[in-house]
Each structure stands twice: as C-alpha cells, then as structure tokens.
C-alpha cells in the first residue's frame, strides 16, 4: 500500500495542476540537467514565488544529476547506477531503485505541520514558516503518529534533526480514500494543495535541516520512504549514501 496518502493521489495532484503547458514540459524536458553549471543566487522568496513546474525524468544515468527545477533547479547529487526519478519539480524531488520501487528518497522545502479537524479537511498548525525545531514540535503532539526522539544528521554537508515517523496504534484515520487504514495526514506543500501522510504500517526517516539562501530562512527536507520498520532498517544505508552526496547553493541556518 502506498505510504504517501495525500488526499488525492500524488499523482492526480500533479496531472491537475500542470495545465497542457506544463504536461507538454514532461514530454519534451532533457532527462537530466547535469554537468558544471554556474550556480545563480536563489531568491529567497523561493520556492513559493516560482512558477509552478514539473518533469518526469525517469531513468536516472549513473553519476551527477542537477535538479532542473527543485531547489531553483540547483540541488546536485551522485546517482549509484539503477535508479529511477518521478518527478522534478518547484515543490519536490523524489528518486527509488528500480531494484525496490516501494522505496523512495524524498526532497522538499518549506513544508508545514497540519491536522484534520474534520476527515480530508487538513488545516495549518503553527507558524507560517517553520524551523526544524517548530515543525517537530507540532509533529510530536500529533496523537496519530509516532515521532521518535530526535538525533543528528545531515542533509549532504548541512546539518539535519533525524526522526522516524509512523502511525500510531490509537490513530483516527483522517482521509476518507485511506487505502491502508489508519491514515494520518500532517503535512502540506507551499505549492501543492493536499497533504502529505502515511498509511497503516509504513514509516518514513524525515531529516529536517534549517538553511538560509537569499537572505531568508527555509526548511530543508529529506525523507527515507519503506513499507516498515524491516524495509526501513534494510534500505536506510543505500538511502543515506544518496542524501550525503546532495549539495545545494544555501549554508545552515
């Protein structure tokens, strides 16, 4: 069963809100923006003020690949042969083995906390935007999941709060498609419009880093995806080989 239960499927949200420009962007868009490219200096009001986009860039070549649009299209990192990406977008960056595909690492920016007063209605928790330290604060009073005690890691060089997430015995499921119930939805995108969450057994390891580029401060994320505590524990080195490679133009903040 899928871990990522955003109301609609992640899927559907993206299809919905390319338009025709944008789905013409996945076919014709090269699959991989790589090389020594000069880095631009990020505005700080990014991702938000950027115009939505999205690729698909689907088998992964071995070696660098530089994000055409997540991160202003300046995040690199080093690809073991065999991998496969999904998306490529202003909101996200996501990349499996092809060997395991019901495991992912995730990238995003900026997300932040949410609960659901009313099943498939997520509403905002806390302030607009969120440090490593608010965001698992507000996740850690969440009676739905499990938050495990923090410890240290990094996000390539930068330095990351490391959490396992999952859901928790006593959860209320809250979205009415839950495939795998309970369903526990907690987070939310600045450019997508449905939450984020996880089903039934799955669980995921969130780094939270807190970097500043263009004189702003943002939340920096990465996430080991895996169907249980087993598969988690069996892919997490493979996943974190990929996550120390990653650079990005910010330092911490």
Same mark, same amino acid.
């Given at each position: 069963?899928?871990?990522?239960?955003?109301?609609?499927?992640?899927?559907?949200?993206?299809?919905?809100?390319?338009?025709? =420009?944008?789905?013409?962007? !996945?076919?014709? *868009?090269?699959?991989?923006? @790589? /090389?020594?490219? $000069? %880095?631009? #200096?990020?505005?700080?009001?990014?991702?938000?003020?950027?115009?939505?986009?999205?690729?698909?860039?689907?088998?992964?070549?071995?070696?660098?690949?530089?994000?055409?649009?997540?991160? =202003?299209?300046?995040?690199? !990192?080093?690809? *073991?042969?065999?991998?496969? @990406? /999904?998306?490529? $977008? %202003?909101? #996200?960056?996501?990349?499996?083995?092809?060997?395991?595909?019901?495991?992912?690492?995730?990238?995003?920016?900026?997300?932040?906390?949410?609960?659901?007063?009313?099943?498939?209605?997520?509403?905002?928790?806390?302030?607009?935007?969120?440090?490593?330290?608010?965001?698992?604060?507000?996740?850690?009073?969440?009676?739905?999941?499990?938050?495990?005690?923090?410890?240290?890691?990094?996000?390539?060089?930068?330095?990351?709060?490391?959490?396992?997430?999952?859901?928790?015995?006593?959860?209320?499921?809250?979205?009415?498609?839950?495939?795998?119930?309970?369903?526990?939805?907690?987070?939310?995108?600045?450019?997508?419009?449905?939450?984020?969450?996880?089903?039934?057994?799955?669980?995921?390891?969130?780094?939270?880093?807190?970097?500043?580029?263009?004189?702003?401060?943002?939340?920096?994320?990465?996430?080991?995806?895996?169907?249980?505590?087993?598969?988690?524990?069996?892919?997490?080195?493979?996943?974190?080989?990929?996550?120390?490679?990653?650079?990005?133009?910010?330092?911490?903040?």
């Amino acid at each position: 069963m899928l871990a990522r239960m955003r109301i609609s499927t992640w899927l559907s949200r993206r299809t919905a809100l390319l338009g025709t =420009a944008a789905l013409v962007c !996945l076919v014709t *868009a090269a699959v991989a923006h @790589s /090389g020594d490219s $000069s %880095t631009t #200096e990020i505005p700080g009001c990014a991702p938000q003020c950027l115009p939505q986009h999205l690729i698909e860039p689907g088998n992964l070549p071995s070696g660098k690949y530089q994000t055409r649009y997540f991160f =202003a299209g300046e995040m690199k !990192l080093l690809f *073991a042969k065999g991998w496969f @990406s /999904g998306e490529d $977008s %202003t909101g #996200e960056f996501w990349a499996q083995p092809k060997s395991n595909p019901k495991a992912r690492v995730v990238f995003w920016e900026d997300v932040y906390a949410v609960r659901s007063s009313i099943p498939g209605y997520p509403h905002r928790v806390g302030p607009v935007r969120q440090t490593s330290a608010s965001l698992l604060a507000w996740l850690q009073k969440n009676p739905n999941l499990t938050v495990s005690k923090p410890r240290s890691g990094k996000i390539g060089t930068i330095p990351a709060r490391v959490v396992d997430i999952g859901v928790s015995d006593g959860a209320v499921n809250d979205d009415p498609g839950c495939p795998a119930k309970p369903c526990a939805n907690f987070l939310l995108f600045p450019q997508w419009g449905e939450a984020y969450g996880i089903a039934g057994k799955w669980i995921s390891r969130f780094y939270f880093s807190d970097v500043r580029y263009g004189g702003q401060r943002h939340l920096f994320v990465a996430v080991i995806e895996a169907t249980g505590r087993t598969e988690l524990t069996a892919f997490a080195p493979t996943a974190r080989k990929l996550i120390a490679t990653v650079r990005v133009p910010a330092s911490p903040g």
